[in-house]
Nanobody, 115 residues
Framework: QVQLVESGGGLVQAGGSLRLSCAAS????????MGWYRQAPGKQRELVAS???????NYADSMKGRFTISRDNAKNTVYLQMNSLKPEDTAVYYC?????????WGQGTQVTVSS
């Protein structure tokens, strides 16, 4: 059974930092691309960043230079380092992977940035 478990969310002031973690199980983590998405109230879920099995990264334009995605294959974990946070970054952040011909999502972790 595939499981993705996010952690690391919380309340932070504007300009602050958070690091999110997503621990994966039930997949061969090292060969899977991983992604972080977010969904703010009343908005559609959007891609934040993704990382391939080989470590190539991709970011949404508004996150470039502020967020960094990384992975530790030994720990089956993908990370999202978020710096210079803004109130508009407030959202539920989700981890996602694609395996066995379907997408899997974590339960999400809330990030709230106060002004």
């Amino acid at each position: 059974q595939v499981q993705l478990v996010e952690s690391g969310g919380g309340l932070v002031q504007a300009g602050g930092s958070l690091r999110l973690s997503c621990a994966a199980s039930g997949i061969i983590f090292s060969i899977n691309a991983m992604g972080w998405y977010r969904q703010a109230p009343g908005k559609q879920r959007e891609l934040v960043a993704s990382i391939t099995s080989g470590g190539m990264t991709n970011y949404a334009d508004s996150m470039k230079g502020r967020f960094t995605i990384s992975r530790d294959n030994a720990k089956n974990t993908v990370y999202l380092q978020m710096n210079s946070l803004k109130p508009e970054d407030t959202a539920v952040y989700y981890c996602r992977t694609f395996a066995r011909a379907q997408a899997y999502w974590g339960q999400g972790t809330q990030v709230t940035v106060s002004s």
